[in-house]
């Protein structure tokens, strides 16, 4: 059965250049009837902008995470617009994501925060589970543990673990030659040192 709008946007989507479709679903003051058309219209480059509106509407946002694949599940959970139960961030990276080199990317967004493509300077924060980023880590590929950009993800993450920070504050420099990895291990593991010195300060208040 084909939904009835009132809205006069989404009344006519099918209507429009995809260019305009994209316009609303970047738009944050876009109408939740609009949103929820684009959601179920097959125009998936709208749908990608629309999963990072920090005005999607909850209906809209369940209509996207319901479409097949990882792309737009990753979208969504990288800039917070659908909550997970504990139990839930594990099952969706197992599924999507575990073992999977294509959306290594697309899980790092995920799991550990994404950028606003209007020019936040900061990730997103989310609430992947420590356990899962426990997981996560032990699941990278060998080049990906060379990347100081990828470990420093971890250290700044509000759920790392006390093992995790203090693992990447000992690691050994990469081999010789792989300048590129080597640049800023220094500054990683100088930053993963003060992170086991915030996270054992916290643990000890939370003890008394």
């Not at 139960?85 to 697309?106: G, I, L, Q």
């Amino acid at each position: 059965m084909k939904t009835v709008y009132a809205s006069p946007y989404a009344k006519n989507l099918d209507k429009m250049y995809n260019s305009e479709k994209t316009a609303l679903a970047k738009n944050r003051f876009t109408d939740a009837e609009t949103q929820l058309a684009i959601a179920k219209d097959w125009y998936k480059l709208a749908q990608t902008y629309l999963a990072q509106n920090p005005n999607v509407s909850d209906e809209a946002a369940d209509e996207l995470w319901n479409k097949r694949g990882y792309v737009l599940k990753s979208l969504l959970l990288a800039h917070g617009r659908k909550k997970l139960k504990k139990k839930e961030y594990a099952e969706v990276y197992r599924k999507y994501f575990k073992n999977n080199s294509r959306s290594h990317w697309r899980m790092m967004q995920a799991f550990f925060g994404g950028y606003h493509y209007w020019g936040n300077s900061k990730p997103t924060e989310n609430n992947t589970p420590t356990e899962l980023l426990e997981e996560i880590y032990a699941d990278l590929p060998e080049d990906e543990h060379m990347r100081s950009y990828t470990l420093e993800r971890f250290i700044n993450h509000q759920n790392c673990s006390l093992n995790l920070a203090l693992r990447i504050s000992t690691m050994p420099d990469p081999p010789k030659g792989q300048h590129y990895y080597h640049r800023n291990f220094d500054d990683l593991r100088q930053k993963a040192l003060l992170k086991v010195a915030e996270i054992t300060k916290r643990e000890g208040v939370d003890a008394r």
